[in-house]
């Protein structure tokens, strides 16, 4: 762990082994921390904010400038590790390390441009102002799917306000967290200022939440546990950013540009091996483009997917990064598949001895899939897509708005009209209109319904970690 600009064990001397989900091997291990590791990370982070807060803002941006220098020259290490204690193919894992270096820069651009308001009042011998503080302690918890990514977009705007972090990535994912987290400190962050536990939630994560002197939970992950932090935060009214599950819905009308639509289903779906919160999980199609736009992804999935060890040449699809995650998704086609769903491609295991000791499962597309089955009602965290046909976009939207969660979606149709009733009437944090679904640094990022709240990403993400005090000065 890094406690207080130090490398530290666990007390108790205990460890935890990370495991490469392609082919079962150990990867490395790291230190099980205990409740008193959270105790004495939440301390550091404590003692060490009053400076860092006040620290001049250009100072602070040159801190942060210097880490993304060093974070780019540390991609490829990074990558490397990435791939194999999450499972994800090499390029895919390049392109997540670099983005924590494009975080740290954007958020190094704005440290120094947080400022309040002058406000007149109604009395002339007086007038008002807003100022915004920093929070103070940031606890900040990951999840395994895009362990680097999700860091970044805690820590970065985090710390450029001038707050501190504990951070605890998912215990199956924590080996390319803790070296980012040393480089970052080797850039002159002062101790204290950015510190990383290691543990499972189930023994760390509630003395975490709960701390007293943690004044902000950034957190990323399931739903459920999001509820559950929810309630602990309660008892301190500890702030919260929720980046919960998501089960997101893209819309495909007649005249939408099917080689492109199937191309950004495909990367939308199976990238990351489907275990991305923001995916084309749900596809409502119109009728009279249903056939044409199926065979092209079946197509797609059969033949661009393939599956393998992240580090092997070619490969585009790692395992599930989890027994337990792969058995998931697998239940989930069954299940729709008893209620008469139809397989247009894969729902298998890919066949071979270099696929007999990882958690590999085939790119997957289903047709015909009852609105009642757990892929169209649950959120599906592996590669395989549920395809729905509808006769018009009314019925696409009340379909896409039927699920409980809201984070992304996306429309594909040439017609202004219908792109703006989607973007009008799809409740989501995000909607892509006849584009790929990716996010932007520059745009506020976040979910709504049971897929959280509170923003990342863009000049949102600072009002996350600040509180904006209002001042009275009178002249008298
Ligand atoms: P998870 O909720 O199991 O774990 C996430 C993190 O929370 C881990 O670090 C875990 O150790 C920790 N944790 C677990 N119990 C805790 C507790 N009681 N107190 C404090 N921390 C606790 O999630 P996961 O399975 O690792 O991640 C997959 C989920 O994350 C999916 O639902 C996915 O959609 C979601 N996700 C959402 C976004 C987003 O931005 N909305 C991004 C990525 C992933």
């Known amino acids: 762990m890094f406690i207080n600009g130090e490398l530290v064990d666990a007390k108790s001397g205990k460890t935890i082994e990370v495991r490469n989900p392609s082919n079962g091997t150990v990867v490395d291990s790291v230190p099980r921390g205990s409740v008193d590791e959270v105790n004495a990370a939440v301390e550091a982070a404590a003692k060490a904010f009053p400076a860092w807060a006040a620290m001049p803002p250009t100072k ?5 400038h210097a880490a993304a220098e060093k974070m780019k020259a540390a991609v490829p290490e990074l990558a490397k590790l990435l791939s194999q204690e999450q499972g994800k193919p090499l390029a895919h894992a390049v392109l997540e390390a670099s983005r924590v270096q494009e975080n740290l820069e954007y958020y190094a651009g704005l440290a120094d441009k947080i400022r309040g308001d002058y406000v007149p009042l109604d009395d002339p011998a007086k007038f ?10 940031v606890a900040a918890i990951t999840p395994w799917n895009f362990p680097l990514t999700l860091m970044a977009n805690k820590i970065c705007p985090a710390l450029a306000t001038g707050c501190t972090v504990v951070l605890k990535p998912a215990s199956t994912t924590p080996l390319a967290t803790q070296r980012a987290v040393e480089i970052i400190n080797s850039a002159g ?14 023994e760390i994560g509630d003395a975490l939440v709960s701390h007293p002197k943690v004044n902000k939970i950034a957190f990323t992950g399931q739903t459920e546990t999001g509820k559950r932090i929810m309630k602990l935060a309660a008892d301190n009214v500890t702030r919260i950013t929720l980046e919960l599950g998501g089960s997101d819905p893209m819309i495909v009308c007649e005249d939408a540009d099917l080689r492109r639509a199937s191309a950004a289903t495909a990367i939308g779906r199976f990238f990351n091996a489907g275990q991305a ?30 599956v393998g060890d992240g580090l092997a040449e070619g490969v585009k699809m790692g395992p599930l990064h989890t027994e337990h995650q792969r058995a998931e998704v697998e239940a989930q086609v069954a299940d729709a598949v008893k ?39 649950e959120e599906v965290f592996g590669p395989a897509l549920p395809i729905v046909i509808v006769n018009d976009l009314d019925e696409a939207i009340a379909k896409a708005n039927s699920s ?5 979606s996306s429309i594909w149709t040439k017609d202004l009209a219908k792109a703006r009733k989607a973007v009008e009437q799809i409740q989501a944090g995000y909607t892509w209109v006849n584009d790929i679904q990716v996010a932007y640094d520059q745009l506020p990022f976040g979910g709504s319904k049971q897929s959280g709240f509170g923003k990342e990403h863009g000049l949102e993400a600072l009002d996350g970690y600040l509180e904006k005090k209002s001042v009275v000065l009178s002249a008298g």
């Not at 008002?128 to 302690?137: A, D, E, K, Q």
């Not at 409980?404 to 992304?408: A, K, N, Q, R, S």
Request: hydrophobic content about 40%; overall charge positive; glycine content about 12%.
């Open 404 to 408: 409980v969660y809201g984070l992304g």
């Open 128 to 137: 008002g102002l807003t100022i915004r503080r920093p929070i103070g302690v």
């Open 60 to 64: 602070r941006a040159q801190i942060l």
């Open 189 to 202: 962050l002062p101790p204290g200022v950015l510190n990383i536990v290691h543990g499972s939630g189930a």
């Open 339 to 377: 209620k008469g769903a139809k397989i247009l491609a894969g729902g298998t295991r890919p066949q071979g001895d270099e696929y007999s000791k990882g958690w590999f499962m085939d790119a997957t597309v289903l047709s015909e899939v009852p609105d009642d089955s757990r892929m169209l009602t």
């Open 277 to 306: 919160c923001l995916a084309v999980k749900r596809v409502y199609v119109f009728a009279s483009v249903a056939e044409e736009f199926m065979t092209k992804i079946a197509d797609r999935a059969k033949k661009e997917w393939k």
